[in-house]
């Protein structure tokens, strides 16, 4: 697999990264085997988070015996605040079982309040350069849902990588937030590339990301086979066919009324519903183990059935989604999944 420099980390990284989501649904000794797959295929580079229930123990199993320079990870703390913050690093050390992470992401900082806190006094901004400092991250990075916010970051300088949603759906940062990152030498993984698990033509997704030569995808498997068949079209450099561009056309318009880019600009909700987890269900019902799906989403589904119907959600998403009739839409959709897991 080729390896690319990541900006300005200078780190050399397979051109597809490993992303730990969907090893949360293998078992340990079948995820264990996966990676270590994966790896042979000569993918080196690996994103999770602590949040991903046992992805890192996971991934700390597969990665035992190997060189940790020959590996370069990257994990995620959704803290806000710094104690917190430097907590869930040594939790991600210990759970890797390495002494230091190559990139720490701030994890989702996609509204103001984010903003706000991580870059506070005692924010989680403090926490990661303490880190850096002690030798347990080498990288700052963040990671975000609202591109709008992102871009803002990516122009104070503050970090060398960057983490957003990038898929043939999901392109809001083909616009700007790509072409700042690269102009400013910052590593860019893309994000649900293949939306979440919910886009299953890997060939049009892989094809449309590799357009974008400064960015690297992190798509989640749950078998070998699956990153076998990536790696074959990403390392084929076949561009889209006119066919291939009419066809990613053809979906555009076909999700357009129901894609919920998980941007939050609807935000925020005088029901406080959290709108774009139970509109992105599918995909976390794809991805994620049942107990995990639960913790995500109930509370989301739950507070979906007090929607008042005010539409000023509406108003504020750019991409015209009817939100009430869709939340309708998935708390059943949710109620039937939760149905056939108790
Ligand atoms: S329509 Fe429902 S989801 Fe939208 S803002 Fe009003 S209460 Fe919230
Ligand atoms: S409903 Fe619209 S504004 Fe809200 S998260 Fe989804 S795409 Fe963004």
């Not at 490993?18 to 993918?43: C, N, S, Y």
């Amino acid at each position: 697999m080729k390896r690319v420099r990541f900006g300005k980390t200078n780190l050399q990284v397979s051109k597809i990264a490993f992303g730990g989501i969907p090893i949360q649904r293998v078992e340990t000794e079948e995820a264990v085997k996966i990676i270590r797959g994966v790896i042979d295929l000569g993918v080196n580079f690996i994103d999770t988070a602590n949040a991903y229930s046992d992805s890192e123990k996971k991934i700390g199993l597969a990665i035992r015996g190997i060189q940790r320079e020959n590996i370069v990870i990257a994990s995620k703390s959704t803290a806000k605040d710094k104690n917190t913050f430097l907590k869930h690093v040594d939790l991600s050390l210990k759970q890797l079982g390495v002494d230091y992470v190559d990139i720490h992401q701030l994890h989702n900082v996609s509204t103001e309040n984010d903003y706000n806190a991580v870059f506070g006094e005692n924010g989680a901004w403090e926490g990661l350069q303490e880190a850096i400092r002690a030798g347990k991250v080498r990288f700052p990075a963040f990671s975000s849902h609202n591109i709008r916010l992102a871009v803002r970051i990516i122009r104070e300088g503050k970090f060398m990588a960057v983490q957003l949603p990038f898929n043939y759906i999901d392109n809001e940062a083909a616009l700007e937030a790509i072409p700042l990152a690269k102009k400013l030498d910052m590593g860019f993984i893309a994000m649900k590339p293949f939306g979440g698990g919910l886009l299953s033509d890997a060939n049009l997704s892989l094809k449309y990301l590799m357009q974008f030569d400064s960015i690297v995808p992190d798509p989640g498997i749950e078998k070998l086979s699956e990153m076998e068949e990536i790696m074959e079209i990403a390392d084929s450099g076949a561009p889209l066919t006119e066919s291939e561009v009419q066809k990613i056309e053809k979906a555009k318009a076909e999700l357009s009324g129901s894609w919920c880019h998980r941007c939050d600009y609807c935000q925020p909700c005088p029901q406080k519903i959290g709108i774009s987890t139970l509109l992105g269900v599918e995909s976390i019902i794809k991805r994620m183990p049942f107990w995990r799906a639960s913790a995500f989403a109930s509370n989301a589904a739950e507070a979906a059935r007090n929607c008042i119907s005010c539409r000023s959600c509406v108003a504020k998403c750019p991409y015209n989604l009817d939100i009430p009739a869709l939340l309708k839409e998935k708390i059943v959709l949710w109620d039937k999944y939760v149905s056939e897991n108790t």
